[in-house]
């Protein structure tokens, strides 16, 4: 089972061959215990800064979550340097190869009190008593089961645009909201069903796993390294693909194509669309998706109201949004009156 947690010498070369001058992007995560987090920031930052990674980098005691890109001929370089750290020797690393190189500008480091805001007192159940980890293959079949309750643990506006068949897809803003909801909707089948969970990358999962066997779940089940592995398996092993749509992800790209079909639609005008923008006026910054003429016509803005802002001179803009406090700050996610078509 542990094959694909690792990359053998020969699909490390393959894969370097393949990007050239490229950068790899590469996301991985893992719980551990971190002693001193500011020691451990300052040690990453000064050698991946040599290995000229970009990307942002999240490190708390309870562990580190990292997305980043690194140019492919420094791949053995960083792949050593995690090696040469005790609880990151052969961690699952989660890599794409990225064509356009622009999927991080800066490198990241930042120390936090926790690596995923989940909103959970860690003190109240025990992290480590996680769900059982399955494969692509291995969820294929236990989706198909009729004992089975398969639920999505991401937000809203990621199941919205991809998720597997027959999913629970709850309509949540956090993370945090859709623990309680789910256990909420499940609470008579603790015993009886199966809990399949999945999320981008398996790092939810993690923690979401552990909260539901603590709250009397007896068969939690996970997918292993989320959608983003799922996707990489199911095309090395040429298995049946189950999930539809677009994989969202935290990066410029907003999502990863992993199946041709197109399960949402576009907020202005109801046709078929799964690309998510931010509305272009600063002030608003909504995310949202958006088909191409919409874009054409709307100015890539969200409302009209947004377009007239945004067809101002910038330092008009900015007049108008002194004194507004942050309300530009606030990243907005796919929720809004203006949208009409958003469910
Ligand atoms: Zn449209
Ligand atoms: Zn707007």
Known sequence: MQLYNTLSAKERAALIEAAGKERLTISFYKYAH??????FRNHLFIRWNELDVLGRIYVAKEGINAQLSVPAENFDGFKQHLDSIS????????????????????????????????????????????????????????????????????????????????????????FRDSLDIIEEDLSEHKKDKKLVMYCTG??????????????????????????????????????????????????????????????????????PCDTHVNCANEACHLLFLQCAACAAEMDNCCSDDCKTVHALPYEEQKALRKGKGASNKIFKKGRSPVLKFKK
């Open 34 to 39: 971190i002693g001193n987090t500011s020691i």
């Open 87 to 174: 609880f990151l020797e052969n961690v699952r690393l989660n890599i794409a190869i990225e064509h356009d190189n622009k999927s991080f500008l800066k490198l990241k480091v930042k120390v936090r009190h926790k690596i995923v805001a989940d909103g959970l007192n860690d003190a109240t159940f025990d992290v480590t008593d996680k769900g059982i980890h399955v494969g692509a293959e291995q969820f294929n079949e236990l989706i198909e089961d009729p004992d089975t309750v398969l639920v999505d643990m991401r937000n809203h506006y990621e199941s919205e645009i991809g998720h597997f068949k027959n999913a629970i897809t709850p309509d949540v803003d956090t």
């Open 202 to 271: 398996g790092i939810r999962c993690e923690k979401a796993s552990a909260y539901y066997k603590h709250k009397g779940f007896k068969q939690v089940y996970q997918l292993e390294g989320g959608i983003i592995e799922y996707a990489r398996q199911v095309e090395e092993q040429a298995l049946e693909n189950k999930f539809l749509g677009k994989n969202f992800v935290f990066d410029h790209r907003r999502g990863e194509r992993i199946s041709d079909v197109v399960i949402s639609h576009c907020h202005q005008c109801g046709k």
